[in-house]
């Protein structure tokens, strides 16, 4: 039993070292770029239940202190949308109505994700954090659709995004088997793949262009 919980941890601490690594290298870009990293709804999910359960429903000490630091990381992924994501939507959307909807969008997120977190007694929020990470892999494939380009992405944003799930991902497979995260994993795993095909395709189209 010592052994499964200490190869848990590994995996734990994997998810969280990879996942701090994504965000730091998202908010690089972002200041290189001027450009945000994080889709809105995904910034909205992320920092929501990030703030749930750091401070609401903590998990427990280790992966709490986890979520803090992901929670001041994204504090700043939050900043860079305010700060750039205006010029991106300003033919689409005026000012105060781009901040209308960032923020009618993040309280609609919480709300969701506290009440479902009631409704499932999900109250280590393994399921709405798989669920979101599922919606994210989409919205990042979008993004790039979106802008056609590689602001506020790389190649090691992609990778470390998708190692980060992974491990998490193996050790809630191996210690509580769990079917539907499993599958919702193996639908991540697959969109990452996809998401990391177009990056790596997009970065070798500009390579070659220079």
Known sequence: MTNQINWFLVLQLGMALFWILTYILIIMRGFRDKAYGMPMVAIC??????????????INDIQQKITMIWFALDSVILMQYLIYGRKEFKKYLSKHLFYLSFFITLGISFYIILMITHEIND???????????????????????WRGNLE?????????????TLCISIGLYIYFQTSLITIISVAILIYDWIYIGLVYKLNRKKSLLH
């Open 152 to 164: 506020g992405q790389s190649l090691a944003i992609a990778i470390f995004k998708m190692l980060g």
């Open 123 to 145: 109250f280590e929020g393994k399921y709405v954090a798989f669920s979101q990470n599922l919606m994210m892999s989409g919205l990042f494939i979008s993004l790039l659709f």
């Open 45 to 58: 999910a992320n920092i929501s239940w990030e703030f749930i359960f750091a401070f609401i429903y903590p």
